[in-house]
């Protein structure tokens, strides 16, 4: 990507450094980002194993936060996380949210109650910790917030958002922020652009999903975070602004859920 002409920052708050293929080294990917005006990141855990990697990441290269837990889709096992594990686990200045959890009821069909006992944990370790949430959510947005409400959860972020405005909504009055990912820029997702258009600015945020989702014009592409500039000038656009504006709000927002 070329050097842009108008300089922003941003945040990626949602990418997989640790699931990069080997062609793109990490950095490479954290050079071309800082490039884009993408100075921070949010590495985000699937799997509590990977603790110590995401931890060698934050402490290698400036900018990289960390989180811990264990992706809804991940099949239980032996390391399967309770709230003691989770709570000993975020205990590090570079970790700053449990996740990435919630439910997936799109991979995983059969709505399983490991599923919704695994979210409730990350839930507790969440609020005991008190760092946020970073919540996935697939077709399963009832049960989602219903035990968000359930188990008291006080902050954290709906990440990579498809879901309507009610769902925004219900989210944002428990105290969560709404974070759009590259589907934001797909041809078929107008209900979804409609959707973000509503959200309010200090409720926003911005993400890669990296590797996976990557925005318009590199969709089929690997994802990277350099390529968080392309979503955030495309909600610029829907709320009528500046992408410095954006950039500006979004940063803000991400310094505050995380406490970067």
Known sequence: MDAPQDPVRLVDSHCHLQLLPDALPVERVLAEARAQGVDRLICVSVDLQERQQLLEYCSGYEGVSASVGTHPN??????????????EAADDPHVVAIGETGLDYFRVAERPAWQQERFRTHIRASVQTGKPLIVHSREARDDTLRLLEEEGARS??????????????RAMALGFYISFSGILTFRNAQALRDTASTVPMERLLVETDT??????????ATNQPAYVRHVAACLAELKGCTLAALAQQTTRNCEQLFGI
């Open 74 to 87: 991940t099949q239980p096992g032996s390391a399967e996380p309770d709230v003691e594990m989770l709570v």
């Open 156 to 169: 954290g972020v709906m990440h990579c958002f498809v879901e309507d405005e009610e769902t925004a909504q």
């Open 211 to 220: 590797p996976y989702l990557a925005p318009v014009p590199h969709r089929g």
